[in-house]
């Protein structure tokens, strides 16, 4: 268990997004439509529905950091559930309404970051990847699209 810094939390930050957003920068059309590699009891998401999910829950840090209730449609889910609203939510929706979300909310976690108070990071010790949701989780489904993505961009 560690205290956290500011400055650790938001460099982490900017890196992972910057590492995702270089990768997302460069798809056409029909790279968004890349399934990932799931199994088969699971939704069956694109590389632009990976996206989806992995800002939604960047978003909800943004959510926690600014202490606003979780919306009533959230409330009580599960993990499962709760990512199968986020596919529902955005599956429809285009790659460049789903990029713009990625790019906005990254805009409004730094802001946060910067003005949240100084407890919100070092008030108590947490897990060293804490808070998984702006940097660790971005990583793992990063890799996600980095598989769908494979043929496109190997040895990336």
Known sequence: MVRHT???????T??????????????????????LPRPETKDPWTVKDALAHIT???????????KQPVPPE???LNWTDGNR??????RD???????????????????????APEKWFN????RPEWPNDLDGHSAYHREDI?????KLIPGE
């Open 6 to 12: 500011r400055e650790a939390v938001i460099k982490r």
């Open 14 to 35: 900017i890196e992972e997004y910057d590492r995702l957003d270089r990768l997302v920068n460069r798809l056409n059309d029909d790279d968004w439509n890349k399934l």
């Open 56 to 66: 939604h829950w960047k978003a909800d840090v943004l959510r926690q950091i600014k």
């Open 74 to 76: 959230e409330k009580g």
């Open 85 to 90: 609203l986020i596919y529902e939510r955005w």
């Open 93 to 115: 929706r285009s790659p460049q309404e789903v990029l713009a979300w990625h790019r906005q909310v990254q805009q409004d976690v730094l802001a946060a970051l910067r003005d």
């Open 123 to 126: 008030g108590r010790e947490r």
């Open 146 to 150: 980095k598989q769908a993505l494979e």
